[in-house]
């Protein structure tokens, strides 16, 4: 059924802006051969640059013969040294891949509550004991909750959007377009971190230790926590005040009744599941969410704990708490994976979803087949980034581009806005999230270092841009299905009505969001817990 409705909207003859989008982005690789093919570019660049005698000045280390700051060359690719470590060094590349180990273990247990039916029931509970009047917001708030449940929040909540507004009797179309801007307009914005956050920071992780301006510095997934939190509550108006006053008006009354459209429609229904049933899961559930939170409550607080430091600050006059807590912000890769793995088992058991611990076991197994892809295209994305880093291009790049922003007088906060607007047009192209982190971040991430913002800023600023136009891209790959949704209400709904819909949501959550990083860098509040907007380098050294 995806199938067929992107064949018919392909045959619609997409014109002007959103026809040229449409055209260009499917002319794009796919983003593994995207790499591949900026490796090649890349090998040939370092050549030209190496030739050529291209080097800059490195900003934090000194020279040990000269005390000077080291001169840093640009390194041919092609050189003896960089082939061989491109055979030898292979498999550690790919393994030491940040992002490959945080993500994978996140998403064994998110397989788990995926599977076993706890993510989806958890939110179409939120959803439908939602009152008429608060409809919007709550289904809206669901949305943005639930990026953490991956792929459930568009093929449950989505859908299930549309059937509850129609129940209530309003236009379905509004129901769809609210949830939609929630869960792909809204992916960064959360009131907790997750997948994404331990996705993005292991690829920020990556680009500061190739650029080596920073050693000690180590991603911490709750680097934006702050700022996804106060995202959330500044998004959710936008959606609602959006459908509520400029969506719902335009697409007029609905009196097409609660389930219209669903005769010969294959489209699972939601809310079929036995709610008794599903409460008795979710009852369990939360009471494994407890367990965890309370079994990470003992590791900080009790007598011994094993993820408190207590001995970094001996010594130090000033240290800081966060300091001491770094153990505790490492370990929440750790949390999510228990917390997903055990509310998922719970929910299943108590539903039968799980009948033993072959079901658990086959659950995990088949969330790393989901994985697939993306193994391969951190495979490349690996290999990209490691080159990078040892062509020197990438320092070089930081270090040239931060001389020509600061040349300009540009203010920092300005910057950062920039960049939001240039990763919300690049995303209208290269839709997979990880895939243009990945090619962004080696460049920007020192570049902003030098410039005196933090990787956490880089990255939020990232995640800005990265969400907002998420919902107007045909090349977004739940868009089809989307449109599949959309169609079992209003049978001529197209691409370009779909995208229509959604443009005022676009523009006014990548408005926000700008402007919202750019104050938020103004005010210099902090990011996350030990994640300040601004940075400072460490002092000079041999």
């Not at 568009?154 to 769809?176: D, K, S, T, W």
């Not at 240039?422 to 570049?447: C, D, H, Q």
Request: charged fraction near 10%; proline fraction near 6%; include cysteine.
């Amino acid at each position: 059924m995806v199938g067929e409705a992107a064949a018919q909207t392909d045959n619609q003859g997409m014109t002007g802006i959103l026809g040229w989008i449409e055209r260009s982005g499917n002319k794009l690789p796919d983003p593994v051969f995207l790499f591949f093919y900026l490796i090649i570019a890349l090998i040939a660049v370092s050549i030209i640059c190496a030739a050529l005698g291209v080097s800059a000045f490195h900003p934090t280390t000194l020279d040990e013969a000269t005390g000077a700051p080291l001169q840093i060359e640009a390194v041919s690719l092609l050189s003896a040294e960089n082939i061989q470590r491109l055979w030898v060094e292979m498999p550690k590349t790919f393994t030491h891949f940040h992002p490959l180990g945080y993500v994978l273990v996140v998403m064994l247990g998110a397989g788990v509550a995926e599977r076993s039916g706890f993510f989806a029931a958890g939110m179409a509970s939120a959803v439908k004991s939602a009152p008429k009047s608060l409809l919007t917001p709550v289904v809206a708030l669901v949305a943005m909750l639930g990026n953490h449940a991956a792929d459930a929040g568009y093929v449950v909540l989505i859908p299930l959007a549309g059937i509850l507004f129609a129940a209530a009797g309003r236009h379905p179309l509004a129901g769809i377009a609210a949830a939609f801007a929630g869960v792909s307009g809204g992916f960064s914005a959360n009131v907790s971190p997750g997948q994404l956050d331990a996705l993005l920071f292991g690829i920020t992780e990556e680009a500061v230790a190739a650029s080596a301006l920073d050693p000690a510095w180590t991603a911490n997934i709750a680097g934006n926590w702050y700022f996804i939190s106060v995202m959330t509550f500044l998004f959710l108006p936008i959606i609602w005040y959006v459908t509520d006053k400029v969506i719902e008006p335009r697409l007029g009354p609905w009196t097409g009744g609660a389930m219209a459209g669903s005769e010969n429609n294959d489209t699972p229904d939601p809310t079929e599941q036995d709610p008794a049933i599903a409460a008795k899961g979710l009852r369990h559930a939360g009471v494994a969410a407890l367990f965890v939170v309370g079994l990470w409550f003992v590791m900080v607080f009790a007598p011994g704990t094993p993820l408190i430091d207590e001995a970094v600050c001996e010594g130090i006059n000033d240290c800081s708490i966060h300091a001491q807590l770094a153990p505790l912000y490492r370990s929440l890769v750790g949390a999510f994976f228990l917390l997903f793995l055990l509310t998922g088992w719970a929910y299943g058991r108590a539903t039968g979803a799980i009948k033993n611990h072959r079901d658990l076991v086959n659950m995990m197994a088949e969330s790393m087949k989901d994985m697939g892809y993306y193994l391969v295209l951190a495979f490349a994305a690996a290999h990209f980034v490691a080159m990078f880093g040892w062509s020197n291009l990438g320092l070089i790049s930081a270090v040239h581009g931060a001389d020509a922003i600061q040349s300009t007088g540009l203010p920092l906060p300005l910057v950062l806005g920039l960049m939001v607007l240039f990763t919300g047009l690049l995303n209208l192209f290269v839709g997979s999230a990880s895939a243009k982190w990945a090619l962004l971040a080696p460049i920007l991430v020192p570049m902003l270092m030098l410039l005196g913002i933090s990787p956490e800023g880089a990255t939020a600023a990232y995640r800005v841009g990265d969400s907002a136009t998420n919902i107007i891209t045909p090349l977004m790959v739940y868009f089809p299905l989307i449109l599949v949704f959309a169609q079992r209400w209003q049978k001529d709904f197209g691409l370009g009505s779909l995208t229509a819909m959604m443009v005022p949501y676009s523009i006014w959550l990548l408005i926000s969001g700008t402007l919202l990083i750019v104050l938020w860098f103004y005010l210099g509040i902090p990011l996350g817990p030990d994640a300040p907007v601004g940075y400072a380098l460490p002092a000079s050294g041999g």
